[in-house]
């Protein structure tokens, strides 16, 4: 049984590589890797989550009060993005509750992309919204109504500095869990207070000059900035359902491993996506020929977990050949050769 001391230390290699060692004595080494439990990172996603919930009721119902005493459409356009809210907060939450699900049979590669979806409905959400408000703005433009400021003002600026601090809390969770879902709610709430920030303004311009048609121009121009903060939202959401690559860093990261590691002549068909959370990777590497079976599944294991240290939550396969005899291959069946890889030893 391995002592607490000990857990801190994680093994590179199954303990067949020390049948390697006195071949490859470079390979035999520990690296340090201390990743967050993943049970602990699921607890704080669905805290987040939770608070956006709570949060976005509370503030919901104050806005709509707000609207009801005062009639400004600005103000009910901050209602109805918060209404918005709620509903995109619950999807949140339910979606990083499903998407922290282990793989089973019928979904082997996890329930990751739950997340996606979740960010794709609050797109469709945000959307929506500013469609709407952006009718009522030309409504108000064409039939000008007097509004009531002074509680209105109140409300709608404690909601903004409320949001601005329940926002960047959950930014941050997003980023440490890497949660699709967290990220989508935090640029929802964000957009919160930008929106909160054009309400005071335009009731503040009534307030001094006694026009009620700052009101509406200033929704117009909220509704800009809903539509543009859902199209953000749903691009980013709809590259991830689509398996696009990882970003370049993450890419930099395995190809720095894969080429300065000392028993890895070579690799190809580098593969990579996300799923929620998840950084799926798979490639194939190139060892030298007369390795035994046990070598090279040591490096194979070694590789694996040195790209496990260095990037958080992944999943990866990788597919171990003999260097010559597949250069021989694709050079009689395919016509191309492979490189050594380069090595920055």
Known sequence: MSTPEASNKVPIMSIHTFEAAGRFPSILRFATVNPPPANALARRKRLAAGVSVLSNVLLTAGKLVAFLLSGSVSVLSEALHSVGDIVASMLAYASVRVSDVPADREH???????????GLAEAMLLIGAGVYVGYEAIARLLNPERIRVDIALGIILVAAVWNAFVSRYILRVAEETDSE??????LHLTADVFTSAGVLVA????????NPIFDPLIALALTVWILLSGGRIAFRTYQALIDRRLPQEDI??????????????????LRTR?????RHIDAHILVEDTLSLLEAHAITEEVEDLIR????????????????????????????????TPSDR
């Open 309 to 340: 240290g260095k990037l958080p939550n992944v999943v990866i396969t990788l597919h171990t050949e003999p260097f010559r005899h597949e250069a021989a291959h694709r050079k009689r069946e395919h016509g191309d050769e492979i490189e050594p």
């Open 252 to 269: 930099d990261v395995i190809v720095s491993i894969l080429r300065r590691h000392p028993a890895v002549l070579g690799y190809h068909q």
């Open 203 to 210: 009731l503040l311009l009534v307030w001094l000059t006694g």
């Open 108 to 118: 082997p590669y996890g329930h990751g992309k739950v997340e996606s979806f979740a």
């Open 274 to 278: 996300k799923a929620g959370s998840q």
């Open 181 to 186: 879902a967290l990220r989508a709610d935090a």
